[in-house]
Nanobody, 121 residues
């Protein structure tokens, strides 16, 4: 089995910053693309940012210039650095990754349980 565990959520004032972490563990041979999604009650789940195993990144237009998605392959960990946060970005943020398992070299499409970010004054 593979687990993704997010951390770093919480409350922040508008204009503030937060950094999320997502660590993959378990039956891992290698991790392909890692992604951050978010979902609020009013919106569908949306892709916020992604990073491939070689460091190519992609961002939603709404977060370009404010968010970055660094990655530590040695730790199977991805981060989401969020700056200049807006109230409308209050949501549950989910980590997602495609993981090749050691046990059978199959690919698992894994999700974390999510972490809540509240942007409010």
């Amino acid at each position: 089995q593979v687990q993704l565990v997010e951390s770093g959520g919480g409350w922040v004032q508008p204009g503030g910053s937060l950094r999320l972490s997502c660590a993959a563990s378990g039956d891992i041979y290698t991790v392909y693309t890692m992604n951050w999604y978010r979902q609020s009650p009013e919106k569908q789940r949306e892709l916020v940012a992604s990073i491939t195993s070689i460091g190519n990144t992609n961002y939603a237009d709404s977060v370009k210039g404010r968010f970055t998605i660094p990655r530590d392959n040695a730790k199977n960990t991805v981060y989401l650095q969020m700056n200049s946060l807006k109230p409308e970005e209050t949501a549950v943020y989910y980590c997602n990754a495609d993981v090749v398992r050691c046990s059978d070299f199959g690919v698992a499409h894994c999700w974390g349980r999510g972490t809540l970010i509240t942007v409010s004054s």
